[in-house]
């Protein structure tokens, strides 16, 4: 068997309006399944998919927390977030949902150096 791949899943979507959100969380696990290593990276709009106290029910929507506490059953625990965006959007690290590492501009490139597969959604 092959040795397993760095997979860097990156999203710049807010947590509603499309479904890019839970196709990443999709692609996660799946990924998992197969037994690669898989870190997600949540830049722009993106953090705030792990705002806590979500309410997407008024907008007919599922809410993302509960899947997201599922990511550390498939061993996906490397949750990277962009500090400046979090800064841009006003959100403090205390206010996020999973544990997560806040990465500056270069450790973010460091990151996609080092990964073997990078996909946006």
């Known amino acids: 068997m092959n040795a397993p791949k760095n997979i860097l899943l990156m999203s710049r979507r807010a947590p509603y309006g499309s479904s890019a959100a839970r196709d990443l969380l999709d692609i996660a696990l799946t990924c998992s399944v197969f037994e690669q290593s898989v870190a997600l990276l949540l830049l722009d709009d993106g953090v705030l998919q792990l705002l806590t106290n979500q309410d ?49 501009k270069v450790e973010i490139s460091q990151l996609i150096a ?8």
């Open 114 to 121: 080092n990964s073997d597969v990078v996909l946006t959604v």
């Open 56 to 104: 997407p029910q008024v907008i007919q929507q599922k809410n993302l927390n509960s899947l997201q506490s599922s990511l550390s059953l498939y061993d996906i625990e490397q949750i990277y977030v962009d500090a400046d965006a979090l800064a841009h959007h006003g959100i403090r690290h205390s206010e996020l949902h999973l544990p997560v590492t806040l990465l500056n």
